[in-house]
């Protein structure tokens, strides 16, 4: 009888942890995402997923999407939130 061979393993992207400070507003809509994401794909998604899959999607739309994301930066720049260092 012959054997069926096995797949070799998938290989898996890296994983590196960062710690993210949320305002609860943004935390709130993160949640939401993580919930919608796992109505849609029937699966538990987290919120480092939809975090991840943000990132992607913005780098894929190119400049336009990362200029409304470095106007957002600036808008929370001009409300006060300050972290990071001024260059």
Do not use: C, Y
Request: no cysteine; proline share 6%.
């Amino acid at each position: 009888m012959a054997r069926t061979r096995k797949k070799p393993p998938e290989e898996r992207p890296l994983l590196t942890i960062h710690s993210v400070t949320l305002t609860a507003e943004e935390s709130a809509i993160l949640r939401r995402l993580s919930s919608s994401a796992t109505d849609f794909l029937g699966r538990s998604i987290s919120n480092s997923a939809v975090i991840r899959a943000l990132l992607r999607q913005i780098d894929k739309q190119g400049p336009p999407a990362a200029d409304t994301l470095f106007i957002e930066i600036e808008n929370e720049l001009k409300g006060g939130v300050r972290w990071g260092k001024q260059l």
